[in-house]
């Protein structure tokens, strides 16, 4: 048993912080979080005077196949499946040094995240805990078939989304819209499946409790997704032929069906504002911002291994991300929100992990200073527990093993 003291702890349920609390934790589970005293006198004591424990970060939208200096298409050729699992290895233990305990793999090739998933979890290497979606489902030629999962019609559909959960996938990830990224795919504002086809992904996922992402830039494909009872609609861009549009009456619907929206809010948002001219980027964040105001289900997802012209989103940038959400208007407590209990929520493992509470699993990070007050002391991380193992203290470069 282990007590875990702290100026302050925050339990993850909207503004619940307990002062001088107290965290026990046996072995990979959380037995009791409460104020001076809750725990007992039981186990070795770990004193955090002046820092704050929260639970584990989440980011719902990882690529760990991908660093964004290589261009997707051509990686694809040029390394082999060996060697790009090493690359998700490394770019799984950047993410944890960043304080994310639990990330949600939006796509890749090979069913290598599942690889990845199994490796963290017997504890052969060092990461946060996985939720994988394997191959995104998207039309022959569409947004992202490099990762091999196209499909054009019902039977299809049907086939590539069993052969996923069959390998165990842990989710399912379909391309509503184009996007950017893949040369002669059809661009962001063209709809690749209708609403029906979208409802056989919801209907093979629900077969095995599972949940659907869809990636949906254009308005239609955000209509469609929530009309097909998709669980999260990511980077809900409200693209149409002429550009960003935002929706007002679109973006009440998202609010009114209680769909989670990610809307892959990152780090390297300033630089690609930069290189990219304000223009998009600024109607972007205001789309956020008024997706926030109507009482859309944010969360935090950064789209890490993805990046636009060579801007390199790297997967341990995630408080960067959350910074822009301060940006759109977001306080601290909503960002610590939408990045812990709602994420995991939208994940589907918000019954494990997400918050501190008895019986989840010990997930949780410590910082110096006070999040709640300043969000960048969330880049402090003196303590990172994923399931109770202690992975790394006073920063990234003393990790060396998850086991024992
Ligand atoms: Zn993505």
Redesign the pocket.
């Known amino acids: 048993m282990r007590i875990i003291r702290a100026a302050k702890v925050l339990t993850g349920r909207p503004g619940e912080v307990i002062e001088e609390g107290e965290v026990l934790i046996d072995g990979s589970k959380i037995v009791s979080v409460g104020p001076p005293g809750s725990a007992g006198g039981e186990g070795e004591v770990v004193e955090l005077p002046g820092h704050t424990v929260l639970p584990g970060l989440v980011d719902a ?1 990882v ?1 760990l196949g991908f660093d964004a200096k290589v261009d997707p298409v051509t990686r694809r050729s040029a390394e082999s499946d060996r060697h790009l699992l090493l690359r998700m290895a490394e770019n799984a233990r950047k993410l944890l040094s960043a304080g994310v305990t639990t990330a949600r793999d ?2 890749g090739r090979g069913f290598l995240d599942l690889a990845l998933r199994d490796a963290i979890e017997e504890g052969l290497t060092v990461g946060p805990h996985l939720v994988a979606a394997t191959r995104p489902i998207t039309v022959t030629g569409g947004h992202c078939w490099y990762m091999g999962g196209e499909a054009d019609d019902e039977p299809a559909i049907r086939r590539v989304a069993r052969e996923n959960l069959r390998a165990g996938a842990d989710c399912l990830k379909v391309m509503a819209s184009g996007g950017q990224m893949t040369p002669g795919a059809p661009p962001s504002w063209v709809p690749q499946y209708s609403t029906e086809q979208l409802r056989v992904v919801v209907e093979e996922a629900a077969t095995r409790g599972k949940g659907v992402a869809a ?1 949906a830039h254009a308005s239609a494909s955000i209509r469609s997704s929530v009309e097909a009872g998709v669980t999260t609609i ?1 980077h809900c861009t409200f693209f149409t032929p002429s550009g960003h549009q935002y929706d007002a009456k679109l973006a009440d619907l998202v609010a009114d069906s209680g769909t989670y929206v990610c809307p ?1 809010v990152h780090g390297v948002f300033w630089r690609m504002r930069e290189v990219h001219g304000p223009e998009m980027l600024d109607k972007w964040l205001h789309g956020v911002a008024s997706m926030r105001e109507v009482g859309v289900r944010l969360i935090a997802g950064t ?1 890490a291994g ?1 990046g636009l012209a060579g801007i390199d989103n790297r997967t341990d940038g995630f408080v960067g991300g959350l910074e822009v959400f301060a940006m759109a208007g977001h306080t601290n407590a909503e960002i610590i929100e939408l990045a812990t209990v709602r994420a995991a929520d939208a994940c589907g493992v918000g019954t494990l992990t997400g918050s501190l509470e008895a019986g989840k699993r010990a997930d949780l990070i410590a910082v110096a200073g006070d999040p709640l007050k300043r969000l960048s002391d969330l880049r402090n991380l003196a303590l990172v527990l994923v399931s109770g193992r202690s992975v790394t203290q006073a920063g990234v470069d003393t990790v060396t093993s998850s086991v024992g």
Do not use: A, K, S
């Open positions: 939208h690529h939006l796509g990636h990511e892959t789209d993805f």
